[in-house]
């Protein structure tokens, strides 16, 4: 019997209040997932400008945000073309294996004469910045129930 009256209940009147209530919670949600987003993705690229190595402040300033889907996404663009060989170094220091193994010479226009090198050390500052974000971002959802 009391399951027949709440039913009936809601079909009576609740059932409309039901629908704005399930509304306002679903906006509340949505806003705060974009928080959290955002929030993830501006970590993400502190992060990694702050462990870029200076230089000439180019790859540091490389590294942008961009959103998509109202905010419901986020992309972390590095533009610097090298900056996967400072993410994990190059020739006998490469820390995937794949670098060169005996020295090298090359023309620096920038020095203006031969630089004789065996490579450069790995100056990892984007792994780290994404792993910042990820424990970030799971924190966040979960404490969003998600």
Do not use: C
């Not at 300033?61 to 998509?68: F, H, L, T």
């Amino acid at each position: 019997m009391a399951r027949s009256s709440i039913s009936i209940g809601i079909q009576m009147g609740g059932l409309r209040q039901f629908d704005r209530e399930v509304d306002r919670f679903e906006k509340e949600f949505i806003k705060e997932v974009k928080r959290v987003i955002t929030e993830t993705a501006e970590l993400i690229q502190g992060q990694a400008q702050t462990l870029a190595p200076t230089g000439d402040g180019h790859l540091r300033n490389s590294i942008e945000i961009r959103y998509y889907n109202r905010g419901l996404s986020a992309e972390i663009i590095v533009g610097a073309a090298y900056a996967i060989y400072v993410e994990y170094g190059t020739g006998i220091y490469s820390s995937t294996g794949n670098g060169r193994r005996t020295p090298w010479v090359y023309w620096s226009e920038k020095l203006n004469r031969y630089v004789y090198t065996r490579g450069m050390k790995p100056q990892p500052y984007w792994q780290p910045a994404i792993e910042a974000g990820s424990r970030h971002f799971e924190l966040e959802l979960g404490r969003l129930g998600a």
